[in-house]
């Protein structure tokens, strides 16, 4: 919301400065988007007298200039403005100055053989109109040598403010005016109401053709008659702030329309009446119609909008813009103005559907003052008549406004208790009038009528926060809050930690973390056990993301895959999010999964690379349960997985047969050739909401435990049946003595005719660390043989001769 400090002091009688009033309207919620000074720009440019205007000996439309700035030197310009001419006073710019209007900076020049040094300048080359004809003519007693800027008026500075949408009513100069002076800023000059009488009876009435109660989408709308207006340029003093606020003055009758749209926040339009064909009314517009609006552009409306038509079609269309075919021109004599209130929320999705932005829609969207709308006809009737001349017909009215008279208790203590500031009554209830709420009671308890501008006000804490925000934000106190422990204790739930460590051990293991859509292609989420009804979604952002995922690998893959079409070789990526077995609360997973594609590193003269298998991603899974704290140590690896993996190249890790933690494996190829993906590719699926979360939480690590005595580590080759799980040896080998056995490991597998067909040699090696003495010969024999008979009992395994 732009204004200048002038067009401010229209409303608000105040000395204060553009800094103080920018200041204090921060201060009170209106923050301050900019503050400019039209006159620092302009500075350079100074009042200069032609003493010589002669013809340019070498062109015919140029003449050379002796100007005087008032230094009491004379200075040579060459100008082509037609109406240059000695005598004439007119503005000097001299070298080196930037002109705004063609942003040169000025420089010493020959023209046609001619010296010249400065420039005489057009209103346009200052950006003061879109005149450039000629060169600015001014009074013959201007000041020579004193800055133009200063002596027309320009050093009114230019305030923006931003305004929430919840303030409609700052949205005028008027209205940002009254909110100063509630915080001391000035006296709020009131408005001149008296209405003014109509000449003659309008010949082009108003009405509202809706639905019988269904009015809402314009419930009021009043109409004036203007006959034997002049519709020429506006006055200078309302281009100039038209101007200083961006927008570009048109016409008298345009510009009133404008002016008062940003004074007061009443968007108003103006028919040439006569091309309106009947009476006017409002109504919702007929799917298939269309209109040409002021932009120059037709476009087609629908039954949800609402329009002004006349007899023979729309004419605007209601709270956005109006239409070509009636608007004014310098021609128009006759003139029928337009007041009128139009819902919000329909303004704002007519903006929408139409893609058309504009002052009007901008304000009604956020909600005009209903109790404004005749108020703002009068007002504009006013201009007109000043302005334009003519004269005025009575004013057409069809409807009411919407108003709520919304009535609101206060409890004064309330200020105290919200804010944590004492106000004293009085000047609560003085501030709550100052913005034009009205306050009946005494006492703790008052009741206050909310004034028809402020929408937003719906409730006690909102009467609180207008209090507040008047009587001062930076007047109150900082405070430190209590400490309410010693220390702090832990914020983050068992789930939210856990997901921070699964990322950091997956990035410690060379993964680079990906996110991806929650969304899958439907025939994406069927390859991986998903495309369900229920969860396909109802309104989809994209045909292509139909179906909420079931598993993070396609979202993971298809980024692989667009990976190595752009020349990536090796790949590691992973994802820690949510997958969606149903639609049920408990059917929502937390899942850390991850793929490895291609080789294992780069190529090198001390080891080829190898393609990664489905060890290395079994070793992510485990290193990523291990730092969830999942008990890895009971856990069993299952030769088993769902059917998006290659058959035989799986596995799963679980906690007995129901609770699941992990699988791991190859991708099948049947999935990657669906998903147009190069394989062989491997990938892992943690289920960190399978994870047992522990009954006590440790604060910290326990100390590390470490033996003063020698570990002894003994091999043991066990023959075994060929579908003996090696797990099933190391599980059975370390029950022999699990405080004495620290540490256990496959290493080595032999199978071949020595052994015996069917069968195969497992070797382990058992490392045992005694915690309180050095083991005796006599006591690793008995450790052995208790370890080489519970591998006999559970797998019938025999030492290997």
């Known amino acids: 919301m732009k204004f200048t400090l002038s067009w401010l002091k229209d409303y608000l009688e105040t000395d204060a400065s553009a800094e103080e009033i920018a200041d204090k309207l921060t201060m009170i919620g209106l923050e301050l988007e900019g503050l400019a000074n ?82 005489l300048v057009s209103e346009r080359e200052m950006m003061l109109s879109d005149d450039h004809e000629g060169i600015i003519d001014l009074p013959e007693d201007a000041p020579v040598g004193t800055s133009y800027a200063a002596w027309a008026g320009l050093d009114d500075p230019v305030i923006d403010v931003a305004v929430t949408p919840n303030r409609p009513d ?15 800023m000035g006296r709020l000059k009131p408005l001149a109401e008296a209405p003014v009488e109509g000449a003659f009876k309008s010949p082009i009435g108003v009405s509202l053709r809706f639905e019988d109660g269904a009015e809402r989408p314009c419930p009021h709308f009043v109409g004036r008659y203007f006959r034997g207006v002049s519709n020429g340029p506006s006055p200078a003093w309302m281009q100039k702030r038209l101007r200083a606020i961006g927008v570009r003055p048109i016409s008298a009758l345009v510009d009133i329309t404008n002016y008062i749209t940003h004074a007061y926040g009443r968007p108003l339009h103006v028919f040439d009446a006569a091309k309106v064909k009947g009476d006017i009314h409002a109504r919702l517009a007929r799917r298939g119609e269309t209109i040409e609006a002021l932009d ?7 039954e ?63 909600g005009v003052d209903p109790a404004f709308t005749e108020t703002g006809a009068e007002i504009g009737t006013r201009l007109i008549l000043e302005l334009c001349g003519g004269e005025a017909s009575e004013l057409v009215v069809a409807g009411a406004p919407p108003l709520k ?115 899958l292609p439907h025939e994406e989420a069927g390859l991986f056990g998903g495309g369900e009804e229920r969860l396909t979604l109802d309104n989809p952002i994209s045909t292509e993301l139909s179906d909420m995922r079931p598993s993070l690998l396609p979202g993971l893959i298809a980024a692989s895959g667009r990976n190595a079409d752009r020349g990536a070789e090796s ?24 793929i490895r594609h291609g080789a294992t590193g780069p190529r090198s003269s001390l080891a080829a690379p190898r393609p990664y298998d489905v060890f290395d991603v079994k070793a992510d899974a485990l290193a990523v349960l291990e730092a969830l704290g999942a008990p890895v140590g009971r856990a069993q690896v299952l030769a088993e997985g769902p059917a998006w993996y290659h058959p035989g190249r799986v596995g799963t890790i679980a906690l007995g047969p129901k609770n699941r933690l992990a699988v791991f494996g190859e991708m099948h190829p049947r999935i990657l050739d669906e998903m147009d993906v190069k394989g062989p590719l491997v990938a892992f699926e943690v289920d960190i909401d399978a994870i047992p979360v522990p009954k006590a939480q440790r604060a910290s690590r ?34 022999a003595d699990k405080n004495l056995i620290s540490q256990i490991g496959v290493f080595d597998v032999f199978r071949g005719a020595v052994i015996g067909e069917g069968k195969k040699s497992v070797a382990i090696e058992v490392t045992m660390t005694p915690e309180d003495r050095t083991l005796t010969e006599a006591e690793i024999e008995a450790v052995s043989e208790r370890i080489v008979a519970a591998v006999a009992k559970a797998t019938g395994g025999v030492l290997r001769a």
């Open 38 to 119: 039209p006159a620092e720009k302009l500075a350079p440019f100074v009042i200069a007298k032609v003493l010589e205007a002669r013809a340019h000996p070498n062109a015919d439309r140029l003449r050379v200039c002796m100007v005087d700035p008032g230094t009491g030197e004379a200075v040579q310009v060459v100008c082509g403005a037609p109406n240059a001419r000695t005598g004439m006073v007119g503005v000097f710019a001299p070298v080196g100055v930037h002109v705004p209007g063609t942003g040169i900076d000025l420089k010493a020049g020959v023209i046609r053989g001619e010296a010249s040094h400065g420039m």
């Open 170 to 184: 700052a949205l005028g100069v008027y209205g940002i005016a009254r909110d100063l002076a509630a915080a001391g």
């Open 296 to 302: 120059g552009r037709v476009y087609e409306l629908d």
């Open 304 to 366: 949800a909008m609402t329009v002004i038509a006349d007899e023979a079609g729309p004419e605007s269309i209601g709270g956005v813009m109006g239409g070509e075919a009636s608007g004014v021109t310098e021609e128009t004599t006759e003139v029928f103005l337009e007041a009128a209130y139009f819902d919000a929320v329909r303004t704002a999705s007519t903006g929408r559907k139409l893609n058309i932005i504009s002052d009007a829609r901008y304000r009604f969207e956020r």
């Open 405 to 519: 008279n919304t009535t609101l208790s206060l409890r004064l203590s309330r200020v105290k208790s919200l804010a944590g500031v004492d106000i004293a009554p009085e000047s609560q209830v003085e501030v709550l009038e100052a913005l034009g709420f009205g306050v009946a009671g005494a006492g703790g308890e008052v009741a206050v009528s909310v004034p028809s501008w402020r929408p937003d006000i719906s409730g006690e804490a909102d009467l609180v926060e207008e209090i507040v925000r008047i009587w001062g934000l930076e007047k109150i106190d900082h405070v430190t809050l209590p400490r309410l422990e010693a220390v702090t204790s832990p914020k983050l739930s068992v789930k939210q930690r856990r997901r921070f460590r699964a990322a950091r051990t997956l990035a410690a293991r060379g993964f680079n973390e990906a996110v991806t859509w929650s969304f």
């Open 571 to 594: 790949q590691a990526l992973s994802e820690i999010g949510q997958i969606y077995l149903g639609d049920a609360p408990e059917e929502e997973r937390l899942h850390a999964s991850g």
């Open 702 to 735: 326990p100390a590390l435990a470490i033996s003063d005595y020698q570990p002894v580590r003994r091999d043991f080759a066990f023959v075994v049946e060929e579908e003996v799980a090696a797990e099933r040896i190391l599980r059975a080998a370390q029950s």
